[in-house]
C-alpha cells in the first residue's frame, strides 16, 4: 500500500520494487502445457494433479492459446469433456513480455482479474514461462526481507556527506545515458541510481520517491526518443533530479499530464510499456515537479524529493 504524507501518496516499498525486478525474476520457467489436439478428458486430470488454474496451449514452438479453468467448467456444464483443447480455448491470449516491469504486471492482474498470464519472450514469440499472483508475492517477499537488513545499516542522515565540506553551495551529481528504444534494460540505469543514493545514506524514503519516478522517467526516454540521460543532484537539503533529451518533445504538456493518456504506438503497448501513466506517477510521489518541452527540440523534465535535515 502507498503512504499518505501532506495529501500525497507516497510509493511504499513494495511499489519501488516492483518497479525495479522485471517480469522474468519472479516467473516460473516450468511451464506445464498442453497441445491443441489434446483432449478435456486430459486438460481435467492436468488441472487436478497439479493445481493450477490455466494451462498455455502450444503448437510447436508457438502459444496459440489457453485453456483456463471457464472453459473446463465450460465443457463440464455441456458434457462435452470429450472435445479437443482447441474447440474449446481461447485464442486471444493476453501475455506478458518476460523484460516488463513487474509493475505492469501487477496493473494487468488488476485490470483483467486473470489468475495467471503466459510470459512469452518478444524477439522471438516463445513462451518463456508463466506468472501467478503467488509468484509476486513471492519474489517481493524474498526482496523486503534482505533489503530490510540493507536499509537498518544505512540509517542515518544523507546531510552526513556535506558536514566536512566548506562551501557556499555544494552538490554531487549523477549522470546516467539512456538508449532510446532499449526495451530490454528499461529501469537499469535508475537501479543504479538506487544503489548509489543508499550507498550515499539517502533515507529510504526519499530513495524510494526518487527511483518511482526515475524509473517512469527513464521509460519515457527508451519509448519516446533516441536517447537521453538522467541527472541526479545530491544537495543538502534536496535531491533534484532532471531527465533530458532531443526527442520529439510534448505537444500538449497538460494532455500528457492526464492519467492514461499515451501517444505510445499500439506495438509498444504490447509489450507492456506506454500504459500513459508515467508523468501523473512522478508528480505524485515527488515533492516538485515542472516540465520543459519544445515540439521537435526535446525536453527537460525535473522533479525535486526534498530532504529532511
Known amino acids: 500500500m502507498n503512504v499518505k504524507e501532506n495529501d500525497k501518496e507516497l510509493p511504499s516499498k513494495i511499489q519501488e520494487l516492483a518497479y525495479e525486478f522485471k517480469v522474468k525474476e519472479a516467473m516460473t520457467r516450468d511451464v506445464i502445457t498442453v497441445a491443441p489436439d489434446d483432449t478435456m478428458k486430459e486438460v481435467r486430470k492436468l488441472l487436478q494433479e497439479k493445481r493450477i488454474s490455466g494451462l498455455p496451449v502450444i503448437d510447436g514452438d508457438k502459444m496459440v492459446g489457453i485453456i483456463s479453468i471457464d472453459n ?20 486471444d491470449v493476453v501475455s506478458l513480455n518476460i523484460d516488463e516491469p513487474l509493475i505492469h504486471a501487477i496493473s494487468k492482474f488488476d485490470k ?11 524477439s522471438t514469440g516463445e513462451l518463456v514461462g ?32 556535506f558536514e566536512d565540506i566548506i562551501s557556499s553551495k555544494t552538490s554531487l551529481t549523477l549522470r546516467y545515458k ?31 520517491q526518487i527511483i ?19 541527472i541526479a543532484r545530491v544537495q543538502k537539503d534536496k535531491i533534484r533530479v532532471n531527465a533530458v533529451d532531443n526527442g520529439p518533445g510534448i505537444l500538449d504538456v497538460e494532455k500528457a499530464m492526464e492519467p492514461g493518456f499515451s501517444t505510445a504506438p499500439d506495438w509498444v503497448r504490447e509489450m507492456g510499456f506506454g500504459a500513459g501513466m508515467g508523468l501523473p506517477n512522478i508528480k505524485n510521489c515527488t515533492d516538485d515537479m515542472s516540465i520543459n518541452s519544445r515540439p521537435g ?12 535535515i
Open 212 to 230: 518511482v519516478a526515475s524509473c517512469e522517467a527513464e521509460m519515457n526516454i527508451i519509448i519516446f526518443t533516441d536517447g537521453g540521460e538522467i
Open 130 to 161: 508463466v506468472i501467478t499472483k503467488g509468484d509476486i508475492i513471492k519474489c517481493l517477499l524474498k526482496k523486503l526481507e534482505v533489503n530490510y537488513h540493507e536499509e537498518e545499516i544505512h540509517r542515518y542522515r544523507a546531510s552526513h556527506i
Open 112 to 122: 483483467f482479474g486473470y489468475g495467471r498470464f503466459p510470459v512469452v519472450d518478444q
Open 297 to 308: 527540440k526535446g525536453t527537460n523534465l525535473e522533479f525535486i524529493v526534498y530532504l529532511e
Open 72 to 91: 473446463f467448467i465450460n465443457c463440464i456444464m455441456y458434457g462435452k469433456t470429450a472435445i479437443t483443447v482447441k474447440e474449446n480455448m481461447t485464442t
Open 178 to 208: 539512456i538508449k532510446g528504444g532499449d526495451y530490454k534494460h528499461a529501469g537499469e540505469q535508475s537501479g543504479y541510481l538506487k544503489i548509489n543514493l543508499l550507498r550515499l545514506g539517502i533515507p529510504p524514503r526519499v530513495t524510494r
